[in-house]
C-alpha cells in the first residue's frame, strides 16, 4: 500500500499547477486525505484536508486559490492550485488515512513528494 504524488515543476507567478495522488494496492478504505508542504529547515505545514465525504479545510494561506478534491473510486486526491506565488515554493506531499484490506487499523500514509517552484 503506497501513496504517489505528482504534478509539480518549475512554474512563474501567477501561473497554475495539479498536483495528484495516487494510493495504490489492496486497500479497504481511506478516510481523510490531505496535501502538506515543508521546505528546508522547516516544519511540515497543512495545506488543506478533504474528509471522504468532501468536506475541506485549508490554511490561511492558500484559501481562495487552492482547492482540493478527490475521487474516491480511483482513490486519488487532487490539488488545484492557482495564482501561484513565490512563498508557495515547497516540495509538497500528499497524506491518507488508508485501511489496508488485510489490516485492523486506519493507518497513516505519506507520499514521497513533489517540488513546486514559483518563479517571480
Known amino acids: 500500500v503506497q501513496l504517489q504524488a505528482s504534478g509539480g515543476g518549475l512554474v512563474q507567478a501567477g501561473k497554475s499547477l495539479r498536483l495528484a495522488c495516487v494510493a495504490s494496492?489492496?486497500?479497504?478504505?481511506?478516510?481523510?486525505m490531505g496535501w502538506y508542504r515543508q521546505a528546508a529547515g522547516y516544519q511540515r505545514e497543512l495545506v488543506a484536508t478533504i474528509t471522504s465525504g468532501g468536506w475541506t479545510n485549508y490554511a490561511d494561506s492558500v484559501k481562495g486559490r487552492f482547492t482540493i478534491s478527490r475521487d474516491n473510486a480511483k482513490m486519488t486526491m487532487y490539488l488545484q492550485m492557482n495564482s501561484l506565488k513565490p512563498d508557495d515554493t515547497d516540495v509538497y506531499y500528499c497524506?491518507?488515512?488508508?485501511?489496508?484490506?488485510?489490516?485492523?487499523?486506519?493507518?497513516?500514509?505519506w507520499g514521497q513528494g513533489t517540488q513546486v517552484t514559483v518563479s517571480s
Open positions: 497524506k491518507a488515512e488508508v485501511k489496508p484490506a488485510n489490516g485492523k487499523f486506519y493507518e497513516d500514509l
Open positions: 494496492g489492496d486497500i479497504f478504505n481511506i478516510n481523510d
